[in-house]
């Protein structure tokens, strides 16, 4: 999570255009960063705040569905993706125009 958190810093100071999508088990940064209860989400929650504008969504069932953390991404502000129940995927991103970096 710290490298995906400060390259989207690095974009954004870059003036560059990017977006942070969660999949997978990912998406439970999202309720971790809600409550900040360990010394991680503690420690870092100032640059996950910095970057939080950049944040453009959640798999709709990974944080819905399979982890339980689509309450708190809603909560968050955070749109779960993908059709309700169903995956939203790199590929699509991809298909999007999207170029990846995967962490």
């Keep these: 999570m710290l490298h995906a ?3 989207a810093e ?3 100071k870059a003036d560059a255009e ?3 999508f969660f ?3 990912g998406v439970l940064w999202l309720p971790a ?3 900040r209860k360990d010394k991680f989400c503690e420690h870092y929650g100032p640059l996950f705040d910095s970057v939080r504008d950049m944040v453009a969504g959640a798999c ?3 944080a819905a569905t399979r982890f339980g953390a689509g309450d708190a991404a809603l909560r968050m502000g955070v749109p779960l993706l993908g059709e309700a129940g169903g995956h939203h995927t790199v590929g699509t ?3 999007e125009g999207y170029h990846l970096i995967v962490f």
Excluded: N, P, S, Y
Aim: glycine letters at 4%; aromatic letters at 14%.
């Design 10 to 12: 690095d974009f954004k």
């Design 33 to 35: 960063f809600e409550i």
């Design 18 to 20: 990017a977006r942070i």
């Design 23 to 25: 999949h997978g088990i």
């Design 5 to 7: 958190l400060t390259a």
């Design 60 to 62: 709709h069932f990974c």
């Design 93 to 95: 991103l991809a298909a």
